[in-house]
């Protein structure tokens, strides 16, 4: 069997050559532009890769909800294992990958929780049932039946009837403050692009590499 030949993007697509990008955030955000337009679902899904306790690694797919120069924010509930596993173990890593682009971007980096603030904020744009769904799921634990889900959802649909749903207390978001991030565009005959951004710590500056694929 041979490989289909990848996409050959036209310059208007690819905005030139990457590789020649000062900084990985404004490439970041031109690519996640890209990535809304192309991609037909969740261009926002991102891997998460967390450690457990045993320093065994583990890793879900969740979504980015905010980015900015301090790193790329997701939301969670803070009983689940992910949550536990990110208070015991602060680092993390993340990997999007836009089949549509034939793109790749990974990074990883230190973790800290985003501010009550941030988190009331995101948590006041999602749609009702979203947040009432919050409020019903015991993430991470063992659910005896649909059912009992239903039956607590109908619970805090019929509690939280009028007004505002209030953020969860056991509900939040943290932010992955990258330390390296890669770049990678697939090419014809797998004569791929490949950049790395690398910084000692989120205060210092970044150095670029450009890697064989």
Request: hydrophobic residues 45%; positive net charge; glycine residues 6%.
């Amino acid at each position: 069997m041979t490989e289909a030949a990848p996409i050959e993007h036209p310059s208007w697509l690819t905005g030139g050559d990457f590789t020649e990008a000062g900084e990985p955030f404004r490439l970041f955000a031109a690519w996640f532009a890209e990535a809304k337009r192309a991609e037909p679902v969740n261009p926002d899904a991102m891997a998460l890769a967390t450690v457990d306790a045993d320093g065994l690694p583990n890793v879900r797919m969740v979504l980015l909800k905010g980015f900015d120069e301090r790193g790329f924010v997701f939301y969670t509930n803070l009983g689940s294992v992910k949550a536990h596993e990110l208070d015991g173990a602060p680092k993390a890593a993340l990997t999007f990958y836009w089949k549509a682009l034939q793109r790749q971007v990974r990074m990883r980096g230190s973790v800290e929780a985003v501010s009550a603030e941030e988190a009331d904020a995101y948590f006041a744009s999602r749609s009702r049932m979203a947040q009432i769904g919050a409020w019903a799921s015991k993430q991470s634990t063992v659910l005896e039946s649909r059912m009992a889900f239903e039956k607590a959802v109908a619970r805090f649909t019929a509690k939280f009837t009028i007004g505002a749903v209030p953020r969860p207390p056991f509900w939040s978001g943290y932010r992955v403050a990258p330390t390296e991030i890669e770049f990678w565009q697939e090419r014809l005959y797998r004569l791929h692009d490949r950049i790395t951004f690398r910084r000692s710590d989120p205060a210092t500056s970044w150095t670029k590499t450009r890697l064989y694929p």
